[in-house]
């Protein structure tokens, strides 16, 4: 961005999964070496500082253990978890012309003997880049006529609640947070992965707001907050429809609002009379006293901000519960006042022309001529084990394409999933940074760029700016990005299309709809080009230039047009159109309860992104506390047994692992609590997604992290 001899400083966006999307500035030395990263002053919701995951990144783009060069599994080496430092004996080194050789021969020749569809790529946020996350990959696994991946592991049940009732996911500004007098985060851990949004919170606290939590956990944010309510696992519908039972039966809703902007709320109010306080609380654990003065106070303070996370939208009923908790700014017209309203990801403000990146079309040039298959990633267990059984389900999956990701960690049903990648007649590629839980089971690892290595384009769910990341350094040794990866393969492939060429730049401009290919430009974004990119960095887009806010008037991009509290879309599918509680399978009052007792939060590390960063030994040191943990009330110790400090063993039917019992009095009675790390960097070689299981969400076919039911022994001489 700007030249100033011997340094340069170049303008580059992290593209971890977080919020934030800061934009960071890298200074580059006369060797071209990176040798400071720092959040981007000028950014409004950067700020100029980086959350202490990225702060250190250098640590990491210069990993002494990084995979720097393509790498063949040596003959003879079984696949299977390999102990850590030593995972270069089982791999030989290859040039890129030999691994991109011999990996598309042996995809002709499953795709000949199988189908296409027997290939199953497995990707999702490992960069949120725009050409990172999905383009030229989408085009290579389109025209080969692979199986496509139905990427719902971490959002899709909450981003489809949302859309149910608002039509597109964006909410409130964060930068207007400032204003609010009351914000409630629901499922939110600002504090932990939201950081950027923290000083908004707390300018409005320092006028005057105060902050509630509503998370069963007393996550950082919670510990600072002014209430926090740590209801159980999975009832947060049944709390948003209890919150509504009472602002509708004390006239607390904004009759206006709904009148103008909403559908359904005869039907929903209905529905909300029979959510008492007393019901609600036998399900949340709260008391009816507590449920009646929350919703008073979020139905009376104003502007009151709802900041809804993830986190919620990760049980059995998420998506019901999301719904649910979205249409309370709707009841009273939160949304009218700056400052209030709700966010759960403002992702759906950025209108990328995902056609021209990802060009479905080019699987009508594939061998079966059509779309394929979709296969669902949280499923990945069942797809590695079971897909070819049944002739309607298609073919099993012979080969697994993986980037972007680390499913040998983060896939539910973890046991499933490692049962299905140690599988012989499974040609299994991995493009990764390091070696991971995944990389253990490659027959080739490919080595990948890290955000300061390539090109990208990037919008945010947590913040309305497009912003542009260059490349700052050259990558360390063959290190590529997924756009040179697909593209080179597409040609080795012998694809002959000339969007495999592509340059990043090219595909940033077709992003942004201002190629020569004739798509429109989108209203949004269309006073964004690239060169304006390259001068300024980051540009805010239209709406958010012009300082409006959504849901305050005009048209909603649901059928009906209207904020929707009946759904015609659910009801014409057979489902409830109204948002109701049903208890997750997996819950204390499930029949399951009855042999595994306890609610098991399958927490993410607070210091790691998912899986990314659990290799590195400055993270690991500030995730020490609560890593390989068990948390558990002292009363749920006590009936077992266990004191602080005890081994104890952590299972199901699905599997087990000892952990060390951490007495935590903030957790509801009945719940435990554990962290997301590497299962190779835990002497069970497993990790808590050994205890996960892989049923759905009930919107979205998300993954249920968090609707899983286990019982806990104490550990004595390595024997429960
Ligand atoms: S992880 Fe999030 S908060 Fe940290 S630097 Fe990246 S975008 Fe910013």
Redo the contacts with the bound molecule.
């Keep these: 961005m700007a030249a100033s001899a011997p340094f340069r400083i170049v303008h580059t966006v ?1 593209s ?1 999964d ?1 919020p ?3 934009a ?1 500035l890298v200074t580059v030395n006369e060797e071209g070496r990176a040798v400071k990263v720092e959040g981007d002053p000028s950014q409004p919701v950067t700020r100029g500082f ?2 202490g ?2 702060a250190k990144y250098l640590d990491r783009v210069y990993a002494s253990d990084r995979v720097l060069y393509p790498l063949r599994r040596k003959a003879g080496v079984a696949k299977g978890p390999l102990q850590r430092g030593s995972e270069h004996e089982s791999y030989e080194r290859v040039s890129w012309d030999e691994a991109l050789d011999a990996i598309a021969v042996r995809l002709k020749e499953i795709a000949d003997r199988y189908g296409p569809e027997s290939i199953l790529p497995y990707s999702y946020a490992g960069t949120i880049g725009v050409l990172g996350y999905g383009s030229m990959d989408r085009r290579f696994f389109h025209r080969l006529g692979a199986s496509q991946l139905d990427r719902t592991i971490c959002s899709e049940a909450g981003g489809q609640a949302w859309n149910l009732v608002y039509g597109r996911k964006f909410g409130t500004p964060t930068e207007d947070v400032r204003l609010a007098k009351l914000i409630i985060a629901w499922g939110a851990n600002i504090h932990g992965n939201n ?2 949004l923290w000083p908004f919170v707390e300018e409005a606290r320092r006028n005057g707001a105060r902050l509630i939590v509503i998370d069963p956990y007393r996550t950082r944010t919670a510990a600072v907050a002014d209430w926090h309510i740590a209801i159980r696992p999975g009832t947060d519908a049944a709390l948003a429809l209890g919150m509504m039972h009472v602002i509708l039966n004390e006239g607390l809703e904004d009759r206006a609002y709904i009148e103008e902007m909403t559908h359904g709320f005869e039907l929903l109010a209905e529905r909300a009379r029979e959510y008492t306080p007393e019901r609600v609380a036998a399900w949340t654990g709260m008391t009816a006293a507590e449920i009646e003065q929350l919703a008073r106070e979020y139905a009376t303070t104003r502007p009151a901000m709802l900041r809804l996370n993830y986190g919620v939208q990760r049980s059995q009923n998420g998506g019901t519960a999301v719904r649910a908790i979205a249409m309370l700014p709707a009841l009273t017209g939160a949304w009218k006042h700056r400052g209030g309203g709700g966010q759960l990801s403002t992702s759906g403000a950025f209108q990328w022309d995902k056609k021209a990146l990802e060009r479905p079309d080019l699987a009508l040039a594939s061998p079966i001529g059509r779309l394929a298959r979709v296969v669902n990633m949280s499923e990945l267990g069942r797809a590695l084990t079971e897909l070819g059984s049944r002739a309607e389900d298609g073919p099993a999956v012979h080969a697994l394409f993986v980037y972007s990701s680390n499913p040998g960690a983060i896939a539910p049903n973890h046991n499933a999933v490692c049962r299905g990648l140690m599988r012989d007649d499974l040609f299994t590629v991995v493009h990764e940074q390091f070696f991971t839980d995944t990389t253990d089971y490659a027959d080739y690892i490919l080595p990948a760029t890290t955000f300061l290595e390539h090109t990208d384009v990037q919008g945010a769910y947590g913040h309305y700016f497009v912003q542009l990341s260059m490349q700052a350094i050259e990558p360390p040794g063959d290190a590529r990005s997924n756009v040179w990866l697909f593209g080179r393969l597409a040609q080795r492939m012998g694809f002959t299309e000339a969007c495999f060429r592509d340059t990043p730049e090219e595909m940033i401009r077709q992003a942004l709809s201002i190629g020569e290919d004739g798509h429109s430009k989108k209203a949004n974004m269309e006073h964004i080009t690239f060169e304006d990119l390259e001068r300024e960095g980051h540009i805010p887009l239209a709406f958010h230039r012009d300082g409006l806010r959504p849901f305050t008037s005009g048209r909603v991009a649901t059928p009906s047009g209207k904020i929707e509290f009946f759904s015609e879309t659910l009801a014409a599918a057979g489902q409830d159109g109204l948002p109701n509680f049903v208890p997750p399978f997996e819950s204390r009052w499930g029949e399951t309860a009855k042999k595994y007792p306890l609610e098991l939060l399958a927490r993410k590390s607070d210091n790691y ?1 998912n899986s990314t960063f659990a290799n590195l030994p400055g993270h690991r040191k500030m995730e020490a506390r609560t890593s390989q943990k068990l948390e558990i009330h002292p009363v749920d110790a006590e009936l077992r047994g266990v004191v602080e400090g005890e081994r104890v063993r952590v299972f199901n039917d699905r599997g087990s692992l000892e952990l060390t019992a951490m007495l935590n009095a903030s957790l509801p009675a009945g719940v435990v609590a554990a962290r997301l790390d590497w299962a190779k960097l835990h002497p069970d070689g497993a990790n808590i997604n050994a205890l996960t299981s892989e049923r759905l969400t009930d919107i979205g076919g998300g993954a249920t992290f968090y609707s899983t039911l286990v019982e806990v022994a104490k550990t004595v001489g390595g024997e429960s």
């Design positions: 992290c971890h977080c934030d999307s800061c960071v980086l959350c995951k990225v950081i950027h992104m």
